[in-house]
Antibody, heavy 122, light 110 residues
Framework: EVQLLESGGGLVQPGGSLRLSCAASGFTFSSYAMTWVRQAPGKGLECVSVISNSGGGTYYADSVRGRFTISRDNSKNTVYLQMTRLRGEDTAIYYC???????????????WGQGTLVTVSS | QSALTQPASVSGSPGQSITISCTGTSSDIGGYNYVSWYQRHPGKAPKLMIYDVSNRPSGVSNRFSGSKSGNTASLTISGLQAEDEADYYCSSYTDSSILLFGGGTKLAVL
């Protein structure tokens, strides 16, 4: 059974930093691209970053490019999201998610974590 | 990278068919055959219902079907059932190599 378990969320002041982690199990982690998707209160889903299966390709939404960094450690079956210069509009539940087909990029998502809440407020 | 455009809500009676549209641009829906649809019940994780425009993952009912024309994709649910009441999100692969989601559509089964 595929499991994705996020951690690292919390309350942070504007301008602060936070690192989210997502521990994966139940599949061959190194074969799948991964993504972080967030949902702000009352809003829809937003894909903020994608990382290829090897980690060699990283991609970002315009809203976070230059502030967020995605990475992965295939030896630990874990994907990370380093968030810096956080803003109020970054307040959201952040979900770690797995590519469906096992390709270099994420074309569709087949599994989601339970999410971790990030609140940016003074 | 504006969100794909979906109607906020649609409704139908049991047994009827409904269609949810999802409009993007040539940089996303129009440029790739990587449109997917997700069903989300309150408090639950999204469930993949359609991938690559019109393919169903194993276990998804054949009452769900997808299509695309130009920059607009559509999800059709036939033979509506009470359990289909949920939020539905479309997404597409984009020129930026990330996914772009729609704002979501609330389906009410009356």
């Amino acid at each position: 059974e595929v499991q994705l378990l996020e951690s690292g969320g919390g309350l942070v002041q504007p301008g602060g930093s936070l690192r989210l982690s997502c521990a994966a199990s139940g599949f061959t982690f190194s074969s799948y691209a991964m993504t972080w998707v967030r949902q702000a209160p009352g809003k829809g889903l937003e894909c903020v970053s994608v990382i290829s299966n090897s980690g060699g390709g990283t991609y970002y939404a315009d809203s976070v490019r230059g502030r967020f960094t995605i990475s992965r450690d295939n030896s630990k079956n874990t994907v990370y999201l380093q968030m810096t210069r956080l803003r109020g509009e970054d307040t959201a539940i952040y979900y770690c998610a797995k590519d469906f087909k096992g390709t270099y990029i994420v074309q569709a998502v087949s599994a989601w974590g339970q999410g971790t809440l990030v609140t940016v407020s003074s | 990278q504006s969100a794909l455009t979906q109607p906020a809500s649609v409704s139908g009676s049991p047994g009827q068919s409904i269609t949810i549209s999802c409009t993007g641009t040539s940089s996303d829906i129009g440029g790739y055959n990587y449109v997917s649809w997700y069903q989300r019940h309150p408090g639950k994780a999204p469930k993949l219902m359609i991938y690559d425009v019109s393919n169903r993952p194993s276990g998804v009912s054949n009452r769900f079907s997808g299509s695309k024309s130009g920059n607009t994709a559509s999800l059709t649910i036939s033979g509506l059932q009470a359990e289909d009441e949920a939020d539905y999100y479309c997404s597409s692969y984009t020129d930026s190599s990330i996914l772009l989601f729609g704002g979501g559509t609330k389906l009410a089964v009356l």
